[in-house]
């Protein structure tokens, strides 16, 4: 739905001139999740409409703590992606400052989030189709194997991890072509710096990887993780992580003897880092989730994806994937194995579930108003 506050700017102004077009504000699509405004606007050169873009906008002469922070972030999530060129991974088109704001250009990726389509999936009564998230999951891990191993121009490793990867942030568009969106809290090595983002900035609680939860360094396998999860429910309509009918004294039954104090002690300090949430249980069960867990949430779905499953959400990163292409090839080998799956066969599984959702696709690009949809954009907004 769209933003009902009120808007920065005007629908129809010029908000400045970059490299030859024009960024014209379109909508106000409410706050981001990292104190920026997104805003939808169209780009044009020479009075010809050339796409629709997102813009993250933040005021420049605000001077706090808080801002500078939300400034350097962006700045920094734009020196990024000059390194994240991938077909995989929604683009940052660039930085530019004027009339006090700092605005960052990105791809708008018309379609839908993974959140979106398990709620269609839903309102048909069931949940993703196992095809379409093997052919999701191989085309995010083939972003995340171009991420984790990017190097600067002199070849050092930038050792980026997403680390907020959730069912909002991987999209497919119309035509079936898979994102991963918004590396805004990455954590990476960038050229002139030591590691940009501070460990307390990252994703939802709710999709992080038990290492995140408990305080432990996080890498490369910390995605694969989130993937896992973010892929399970999609499947299946079960969060790993969910304690379900185990209440908070349940699942400390549950901690191993010396473990008490630690996880005390991780559950405080994420209390203080994620304002507002109470994560105890959550990490309570990142931190006593067995096997048998993933075996019970997988056993509505196919021997060869249980597998993968079995080996991607592992409590202990060394006994997960490796790296990102070989949970690209072991999902692209199942898919191989039941026959070819395309992007235009995503396409008509989205048309058939909104179908039968009765739900109608969104207008194109330039359609009216009332039928743009909130899910067109690349950082989804936050509540106001």
């Known amino acids: 739905m769209s933003y009902t506050g009120t808007s920065l700017f005007p629908e129809g102004l010029v908000l400045f001139s970059f490299k030859g077009a024009t960024y014209e504000m379109l909508e106000d699509l409410g706050p981001g999740h990292h104190g920026e405004r997104v805003l939808s606007a169209l780009q ?18 605000d001077s706090t703590a808080v801002w500078k922070e939300a400034r350097k972030r962006l700045e920094e999530e734009t020196q990024l992606a000059a390194f994240l060129r991938h077909p995989n991974i929604a683009c940052v088109h660039g930085a530019h400052k004027t009339k006090g704001t700092l605005f960052v250009i990105t791809e708008a990726v018309l379609g839908f989030s993974l959140n979106t389509l398990l709620g269609v999936a839903a309102a048909r009564g069931g949940y993703g189709p196992e095809s379409f998230m093997r052919y999701v999951g191989a085309r995010i891990a083939g972003a995340l194997a171009h991420a984790h ?24 568009t119309f035509d079936g072509q898979v994102k991963l969106t918004d590396f805004g809290v990455a954590s990476a090595r960038l050229p002139g710096q030591r590691t940009t983002r ?11 990887s038990p290492e995140a939860l408990l305080g432990q360094p996080e890498d490369a396998r910390s995605d694969l993780f989130t993937l896992g999860m973010v892929l399970l429910e999609f499947a299946t309509g079960k969060h790993l992580l969910s304690a379900y009918n185990l209440l908070s004294k349940d699942l ?8 008490t104090e630690p996880l005390r002690s991780a559950i405080a300090r994420m209390r203080n880092a994620w304002g507002g949430v109470d994560p105890e249980e959550t990490i309570l069960r990142a931190a006593t989730f067995s096997p048998a867990d993933v075996e ?10 249980r597998a993968v499953f079995r080996k ?16 690209q090839d072991d999902l692209a080998k199942v898919l191989r194995a039941r026959g070819s799956y395309t992007a235009r066969m995503a396409a008509q599984e989205i048309q058939a579930a909104l179908r039968g959702a009765g739900q109608a ?10 039928l743009r949809h909130q899910d067109f954009i690349t950082t989804e907004p936050g509540p106001a």
């Open 296 to 305: 019970a949430a997988t056993q509505t779905l196919s021997e060869p994806t």
């Open 198 to 208: 501070r460990p307390g900035t990252r994703g939802e609680v709710f999709w992080a």
């Open 44 to 61: 044009r050169v020479k009075d010809k409409v050339v796409r629709r873009v997102i813009l993250k906008a933040l005021p420049l002469s």
């Open 252 to 259: 400390w039954v549950l901690v191993p003897e010396g473990e």
């Open 312 to 327: 991607l959400l592992r409590r202990n990163p060394a006994e997960r994937h490796m790296s990102a292409l070989t949970l």
């Open 149 to 172: 191993t990017c190097r600067s121009a002199q070849g050092d490793p930038l050792k980026i991890v997403h680390r907020a990867i959730d069912p909002t942030r991987i999209r497919v």
């Open 361 to 370: 696709m969104a207008a194109d690009e330039e359609g009216p108003k009332s």
